[in-house]
């Protein structure tokens, strides 16, 4: 699976048309989505402006969100992001070097429990999208 994609689409496909998905891998991002979604309580709307960029609602169910889609891909395990994972997912898409780059930016980044951690590790990731 693409991941440069989940870490942008992990709110429902955010940039899903730019990273050539296959109808089976997009079904699946959005599978984990609405799983997570109805897991943590958030409203389509709150997924939505999520998706979206806007980082304004700091809900804890929003939060905890973002930490159930990162999870569930893989890529954080118990509030700890797993830089190898990245790495090792990322790279043949962007390079290395880009991504190692954006990983150095985001990567260090806790918040004040799991959820909150990977809330700010997908705006981090989200903001710095461009680079990879």
Do not use: H
Request: glycine share 6%.
């Amino acid at each position: 699976m693409k991941v440069l994609i989940v870490f942008a689409a992990f709110a429902v496909l955010c940039l899903a048309s730019a990273a050539e998905l296959t109808d089976s891998q997009k079904a699946e991002i959005k599978q984990r989505a609405k799983a997570c979604a109805k897991q943590e309580g958030i409203t389509k709307e709150q997924a939505i402006a999520l998706r979206s960029g806007n980082f304004a609602d700091t809900d804890p169910k929003v939060k905890c969100f973002a930490n159930c889609f990162l999870e569930q891909s893989g890529l954080l395990a118990n509030g700890q992001i797993k830089p190898d994972v990245v790495l090792a997912k990322l790279s043949p898409i962007a390079g290395e070097a880009k991504v190692k780059e954006v990983q150095a930016k985001c990567d260090s980044i806790k918040g004040t429990d799991k959820c909150d951690t990977g809330y700010q590790l997908y705006k981090c990731y989200y903001e710095n999208r461009a680079q990879i």
